[in-house]
């Protein structure tokens, strides 16, 4: 997964920013280079960079780790491309660190303090995703009229339940292509099928309306305390409701001692 | 991405990972050597499918994910030895918990001295 976002925020940026970021690599210039495979580098140097998978030695010992917040989308709209760039892979180097960190303490049986760190920049990556892609839709709008997004369509499964079927492209035609129409679980035509979505669709039902009477026995209660009660707020608030029937119910009456 | 310890003694200069399952070799070297600056000679790496495991009394049977399992070997002289994360913590656990020990001792001291002359009153009577 994390993989496949990097591509993605890679091939956007790479769009407004194709010089600068082409022969440097995604960090700042002043990382060193990769050392070739035949010639010798610095061991302390690979080591270094191999601890990178994981936490700051200090953090070892400690029950508790005390992070900040996650990075909200209004503060990544004002960030220029090429900081979202740096910031991923800060987040992905991240990342990684802490799912080593979960992975090695729950070998060692040991609670990994501060799981919700792992959260945190989970939101984070998904809100600087976001960003990108609401710029990469504003430029594709405005250069070709098309929001440049993966092609998609709501489907019913072989359960007769819809959901978004993210299209993608095929080298064979699909009339055809013998593998795809063998492979693909769209539609549905049998029997228990409709029985099931009877059954689903009544569970659905039945919730609906077990809240609907919810909400008008609290009503009737309401009406019955509080006799004098503002009605246009009721309606507001449960606008699903006729609130004027309820009021003529028997069930609204006040406990008043009958004169 | 995660580096994990060898499962298996390995030799010095192998490193392995587990990765998500559609990374490739050729993925998993561009990976570590664009974005972690490791020089790296050669990859292997294989599926592993999640264990079954049976829910304790429910009796249905629970799949973990599958994964990638990835074994990276370092290019040139390199070594590296996957390093000892838990073993501190459990020591500065146990003397953290010894100081509880020692601590809430001392104060139960404390309060029976205080209360050495007050024989068949409440603990509160002291305070």
């Known amino acids: 997964m994390a993989f496949n976002l990097t591509k993605y925020a890679v091939g956007i940026i790479g769009k407004f920013k194709s010089t600068s970021l082409a022969n440097s690599y995604i960090f700042s210039p002043n990382t060193q280079n990769i050392p070739s495979s035949s010639g010798k580098c610095f061991s302390s140097q690979v080591t270094k960079n191999l601890m990178e998978f994981f936490d700051s030695e200090e953090n070892w010992t400690k029950g508790e780790v005390k992070v900040g917040r996650s990075w909200k989308k209004e503060e990544l709209r004002i960030k220029s491309n090429e900081d979202l760039h740096k910031l991923w892979y800060v987040l992905l180097k991240e990342k990684n660190m802490l799912l080593t960190m979960e992975h090695e303490y729950k070998q060692c049986y040991e609670s990994f303090p501060s799981p919700e760190r792992i959260d945190k920049v989970k939101e984070s990556m998904f809100n600087l995703e976001d960003v990108v892609r609401e710029r990469n839709k504003a430029y594709w709008l405005l250069e070709t009229g098309q929001t440049g997004e993966r092609p998609g369509k709501v489907v019913n499964n072989q359960l007769g339940l819809r959901y978004f079927y993210k299209m993608n492209e095929h080298i064979i035609p699909k009339a055809s292509n013998n593998k795809w129409w063998k492979n693909r679980k769209f539609g549905f035509n049998n029997k228990e099928c409709d029985r099931f979505l009877s059954f689903y669709r009544e569970k659905i039902f039945l919730e609906k309306r077990k809240a609907r009477n919810r909400d008008k026995n609290h009503v009737l209660g309401l009406l019955k305390r509080f006799p004098d009660m503002d009605i246009n707020v009721l309606k507001e608030q449960y606008p699903h409701l006729n609130i004027d029937g309820l009021r003529m119910s028997r069930k609204s009456d006040p406990h008043l001692v009958p004169s | ?127």
């Not at chain 2, 068949?120 to 305070?127: M, Q, Y």
């Open chain 2, 1 to 127: 991405m995660k580096m994990v310890r060898p499962q298996y003694k390995q030799p010095p200069n192998i490193v392995q990972f587990i990765t998500s399952i559609q990374m490739t070799d050729h993925d998993i070297k561009n990976y570590l050597e664009k974005i972690y600056k490791i020089p790296v000679a050669h990859i292997r790496s294989e599926i592993v499918e999640g264990e079954l495991k049976r829910v304790q009394r429910k009796g249905y049977v629970v799949k973990g994910d599958d994964f990638r399992r990835a074994f990276v070997t370092l290019a040139g002289d390199e070594k590296f030895e996957f390093p000892d994360v838990t073993s501190k913590k459990s020591e500065q656990e146990e003397s953290d918990y010894k100081k509880l020990q020692t601590q809430s001792e001392e104060s139960y001291k404390k309060y029976k001295d205080r209360n050495k002359n007050h024989s068949n009153l409440p603990g509160w009577f002291s305070v």
